[in-house]
T-cell receptor, first 114, second 112 residues
Framework: KAGVTQTPRYLIKTRGQQVTLSCSPI?????VSWYQQTPGQGLQFLFE???????NKGNFPGRFSGRQFSNSRSEMNVSTLELGDSALYLC?????????????FGPGTRLTVL | SQQGEEDPQALSIQEGENATMNCSYK?????LQWYRQNSGRGLVHLIL???NEREKHSGRLRVTLDTSKKSSSLLITASRAADTASYFC????????????WGAGTKLIIKP
């Protein structure tokens, strides 16, 4: 079974631009979660989608948004990029998305904002 | 916000020795998970322990959970160079079952 894939793997943007990251979960997994990882803040939960519905959202500004498609693929968008948005963005999939389930992570997208 | 705090922040040991990492958390939990992250394989799930369990084993890994102290420990026995990685504990958010809250991680270096 193919693992979680994320595209692109690396991205360089400038302040004020917007960016869209993509995540394809493991086949059969209906839940996709997004995390931001930085050296200073560690892993921070962004949001979780299940069957195209956002079930939970972390403490991030409205510039961070996401969506999930009927095939469970998910995208996250960051508008009006700031230098502090530079981070590794990780996507995780699981069967039902409950926090008592194992989550399978993709390799991440490394976003650099200049 | 971070729920778990790992201790130590960094650990360097000789190959073959045992490595112990600790995690403390703040609120009541339903379960606690340990993950490993290295540059080669990304973030990988190691083991999950439920709040009604006290100890769990998986190969060379042993995890304990003390809910009265709100703490967990991960023991890696007979360490190998391939165990070099950062180790994170993650818990459910108490009132939310849809997200994991992560500790800051322990960076483990195994010296040959």
């Amino acid at each position: 079974k193919a693992g979680v894939t994320q595209t692109p793997r690396y991205l360089i943007k400038t302040r004020g631009q917007q960016v869209t990251l993509s995540c394809s979960p493991i086949s059969g997994h209906r839940s996709v979660s997004w995390y931001q990882q930085t050296p200073g803040q560690g892993l921070q939960f962004l949001f979780e989608y299940f069957s195209e519905t956002q079930r939970n959202k972390g403490n991030f500004p409205g510039r961070f948004s996401g969506r999930q498609f009927s095939n469970s693929r998910s995208e996250m968008n960051v508008s009006t990029l700031e230098l502090g948005d530079s981070a590794l963005y990780l996507c995780a999939s699981s069967l039902v998305g409950r926090a008592y389930n194992e989550q399978f992570f993709g390799p991440g997208t490394r976003l650099t904002v200049l | 916000s971070q729920q778990g705090e790992e201790d130590p922040q960094a650990l360097s040991i000789q190959e073959g020795e045992n490595a112990t990492m600790n995690c403390s958390y703040k609120t009541s939990i339903n379960n606690l998970q340990w993950y490993r992250q290295n540059s080669g394989r990304g973030l990988v799930h190691l083991i999950l322990i439920r709040s009604n369990e006290r100890e769990k084993h998986s190969g060379r890994l042993r995890v304990t959970l003390d809910t009265s102290k709100k703490s967990s420990s991960l023991l890696i026995t007979a360490s190998r160079a391939a165990d070099t990685a950062s180790y994170f504990c993650a818990t459910d958010a108490g009132d939310s079952n849809y997200q994991l809250i992560w500790g800051a991680g322990t960076k483990l270096i195994i010296k040959p």
